[in-house]
């Protein structure tokens, strides 16, 4: 399955060159062009599902060992600090190539590049609300 807009269908495909880490039957791991910090890399699946709603479990599954393979191996290698593993999913979410990955990103003392967000307030009433709303019954 491929989506013949998609651009990590292309790179899958060999059409468009990566800086490839790891590949195996389902997945492509690759540096990102744009990296947060250095050694940023994309675990892709060989097949378009466009984000985690279309992903079957049975990938979602292998792509979150082959992520914890490859924080392990990137983590001695680059002899880092830290590791943010992070997945957007829709425009309002950051996601801007809509063929699922997730990202693996080396983090290192004393570098400002952090993802960070403002800890919002929502009342009690709000909190206990949602917490019934949300619970997978
Ligand atoms: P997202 O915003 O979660 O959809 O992430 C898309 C990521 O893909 C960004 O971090 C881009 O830098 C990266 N990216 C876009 N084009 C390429 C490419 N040709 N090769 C590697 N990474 C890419
Ligand atoms: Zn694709």
Sequence with gaps: MRDANCI????????IPSRTLFEDEDFKVMLDVGPASK?????VPKEHYANIYELPDELAGKAMRLAKRMATHMTNVLNCDGF????NNGEVAGQTVFHYHMHLIPRYKGSDE???WNANHFSDEQMDALAEQLSVK
């Design 8 to 15: 990590f269908c292309k790179i899958v495909a060999g059409e």
């Design 39 to 43: 050694g940023h890399a994309l675990i």
């Design 84 to 87: 943010n593993i992070l997945q």
């Design 114 to 116: 952090m993802i960070l």
